[in-house]
């Protein structure tokens, strides 16, 4: 959802004028955005409105790169993780749940919330730097795959139940 306590116009003031950005969602920061994109000539830059899941899986394997840079606490966004499990860099901030998965140079970049010049530099790395990009996406996938799967999640639950049932 196009909100601002998710950075998306954050993403769109750090992303270089060249760059292939997509936009998947709705919401009433859309004419914000729209101004943001002409007025910085983001030529490159596509809003896809409610894509289905077909649609998303299709963006989340065609990036390089998934931003989710909140400015207010969340949990674990679902989107992070379907992205980081369709091989995404993922750059993310700090003081969000996603740092309950997402680990600084080591699977992510994390920056400040807010930080438009940290967002941007974080970009302008990842892209610059194919090894290091490939790197954090493979580790994040491995990470997702093997703590976040729906099966692993479905474990955890059941032990939960378990423990109050056995209590």
Not at 7 to 34: F, H, K, M, W, Y
Not at 53 to 79: M, Q, W
Not at 150 to 167: A, C, N, P, V
């Amino acid at each position: 959802r196009f909100l601002e306590h998710k950075g998306i116009l954050d993403i769109l003031n750090a992303v270089s004028t060249s760059a292939r950005v997509v936009i998947a969602g709705s919401g009433p920061l859309e004419p914000e955005i729209q101004r943001i994109i002409q007025d910085r000539g983001l030529t490159h830059a596509t809003i896809i409105r409610s894509p289905d899941n077909e649609a998303l899986a299709d963006l989340y394997r065609n990036a390089k790169i998934f931003a989710c840079p909140s400015h207010a606490k969340e949990g674990v966004l679902t989107t992070m993780l379907e992205a980081a499990a369709s091989g995404c860099a993922i750059v993310t901030s700090r003081g969000s749940g996603m740092t309950d998965v997402a680990q600084d140079g080591v699977n992510s970049l994390l920056v400040n919330p807010g930080d438009v010049q940290e967002l941007a530099t974080s970009f302008e790395t990842l892209l610059s730097d194919t090894p290091m990009r490939q790197t954090y996406a493979e580790r994040f996938q491995d990470e997702v795959r093997t703590r976040w799967s729906w099966k692993r999640k479905g474990q955890e639950l059941e032990s939960i139940y378990q423990d109050i049932i056995t209590h």
